[in-house]
């Protein structure tokens, strides 16, 4: 029987490193440079808790693969676009409930500035 819970269970995956071609400068198009990337993932984990089975939980390495392949594959101008291209992969799984990304530029090409910019988004499984 499913469970009704909502939301309550969160798988975290965190510091992703990946080097990227997104920015609205040339030389972050063709230089590229590094991301970090954290993911919180909601899906009810009840099952995979009770039997150990990886067949009964997520598996997340492929997600992570096609995070690394879509950072060095696609260019994208804004880091929103990105952010919203990874938040996507993370909801295909279909037991995924809830995801919610924070995408850093970890050392922007903006002058005069030694912080990072991040972007965070929160999404829900659209409903069918």
Request: charged share 25%.
């Amino acid at each position: 029987m499913p469970s009704t819970k909502k939301h309550q269970d969160c798988l975290h995956l965190s510091g992703i490193r990946c080097y990227g071609y997104t920015g609205a400068l040339p030389e972050e198009q063709i230089l590229g440079q590094w991301f970090e990337i954290d993911i919180r993932l909601w899906f009810d984990m009840t099952q995979p808790a009770q039997t150990d089975c990886l067949a009964d939980t997520l598996d997340y390495r492929p997600l992570l693969a096609a995070i690394t392949d879509l950072m060095q594959q696609q260019r994208f101008h804004l880091i929103e676009t990105l952010a919203t291209a990874i938040v996507d992969l993370c909801l295909r799984p279909d037991h995924v409930q809830r995801a919610a990304i924070r995408v850093t530029k970890l050392a922007p090409p903006v002058p005069n500035f030694t912080g990072q910019i991040s972007v965070e988004l929160e999404r829900d499984r659209p409903r069918p």
